[in-house]
């Protein structure tokens, strides 16, 4: 978990953390399949090309070039909040906290 900006979790309250909790813990009784196929609106890989330079740069600093991801997952939370992190295998390591949906900005078709 990341506690430095632009996407760390020391802006987030004590109520924002309980909620969070409640969410992530909705998440644990499905399949990932339930997550990222029948919740693809919400739920989705995003290919580390198409993240935001701050996000990308981040992860260069935390990996030092060793970073052997092709993409992070994106959970919805709620309207623009997403939690990312990388999956592996079964298991999700929570990474940012994306209140404001900046890690990977949704561009609306004809806008």
Not at 63 to 75: A, F, P, Q, T, V
Request: charged share 30%; aromatic share 10%; glycine share 8%.
């Amino acid at each position: 978990m990341e506690f430095v900006d632009p996407f760390g979790w020391h802006v987030v309250s004590g109520d924002g953390l309980h909620l969070i909790r409640e969410r992530l813990k909705a998440f644990e009784s499905m399949t990932w399949n339930e997550i990222l196929i029948h919740g693809k609106k919400q739920n989705h890989s995003v290919a580390i090309s198409d993240l935001c330079k701050d996000a990308r740069d981040r992860l260069s600093d935390l990996y030092r070039g060793n970073l052997d991801l092709d993409e992070l997952i994106s959970l919805r939370l709620t309207g623009g909040e997403r939690v990312w992190g990388i999956r592996e295998e079964a298991v999700f390591s929570i990474l940012w906290w994306d209140p404001h949906h900046r890690v990977c900005p949704s561009h609306l078709k004809n806008t």
